[in-house]
């Protein structure tokens, strides 16, 4: 049974930087992209962004673009995501999951990991 588990969370000023980190473990994940996703309160899960297993693709949901960075370490099966310029809307419980490329896409994955809370105050 393969494992995710999210860390890094936490309270940050709007302007600052977290890093979230992903570490998978209980079986093999070559081959499956990476993603990140979000929830807020009230709203529904949505993707924030998403690498290939090679790390030769990223992809990112227009209102974090150009401030958050995914990346991932195939030999320690873990992926990060660099949030930088934080504001208050990027709130929410942040989740990592593997999948085919498309179905992350979709907000689907065949692994999700439990979420780590990110709370960006004004």
């Known amino acids: 049974q393969g494992q995710l588990v999210e860390s890094g969370g936490g309270l940050v000023q709007a302007g600052g930087s977290l890093r979230l980190s992903c570490a998978a473990s209980g079986r093999s994940f070559s081959g499956y992209a990476m993603g990140w996703f979000r929830q807020a309160p009230g709203k529904e899960r949505e993707f924030v962004a998403a690498?290939?297993?090679?790390?030769?693709?990223?992809y990112y949901t227009e209102s974090v673009k150009g401030r958050f960075t995914i990346s991932r370490n195939n030999a320690k099966n873990t992926v990060a995501l660099q949030m930088n310029s934080l504001k208050p809307e990027d709130t929410a419980v942040y989740y990592c999951?593997?999948?085919?490329?498309?179905?992350?896409?979709?907000?689907?994955?065949?692994?999700w990991g439990q979420g780590t809370q990110v709370t960006v105050s004004s």
């Open positions: 690498i290939t297993w090679s790390a030769g693709n990223t």
């Open positions: 999951a593997a999948g085919s490329l498309r179905a992350l896409q979709l907000v689907m994955g065949d692994y």
